[in-house]
């Protein structure tokens, strides 16, 4: 198994960043992907993900309205278009996959880090 994110970056506040996840062990279907976030002396959070039937999205209150959980089915890959972004967006970006027994994260892969300057 093996998710990788990119897309990371440095940006100034009120932009706007792209994250792309593919799992290249093709472990995870794209609707079992979902994205958390560790910053700088905090807590992993989740920020958004599908419900586990895949027909709806969820979205941590705090990037609601602000970010955009996509997939593409054909290509096993997740997308986070993140728009407005904030100083306190400023974390290590990582893509998640789900268990298809408990709809329980199991598995986090290798992170992207997302500056946002002020």
């Known amino acids: 198994v093996q998710l990788q994110a990119s897309g990371g970056g440095l940006v100034q506040a009120g932009g706007s960043l792209r994250l792309s996840c593919a799992d290249s062990?093709?472990?995870?279907?794209?609707?079992?992907m979902g994205w958390f976030r560790q910053a700088p002396g905090k807590e992993r959070e989740f920020v958004a993900g599908?419900?586990?039937?895949?027909?709806?999205?969820s979205y941590a209150d705090s990037v609601k309205g602000r970010f955009t959980i996509s997939r593409d089915n054909a290509k096993n890959t997740v997308s986070l278009q993140m728009n407005s972004l904030k100083p306190e967006d400023t974390a290590v970006y990582y893509c998640?996959?789900?268990?298809?027994?408990?709809?329980?994260?199991?598995?986090w892969g290798q992170g992207t880090l997302v500056t946002v300057s002020s």
């Open positions: 599908f419900s586990r039937s895949g027909g709806s999205t």
């Open positions: 062990g093709r472990t995870f279907s794209s609707y079992r």
């Open positions: 998640a996959g789900r268990s298809p027994v408990d709809g329980e994260y199991f598995y």
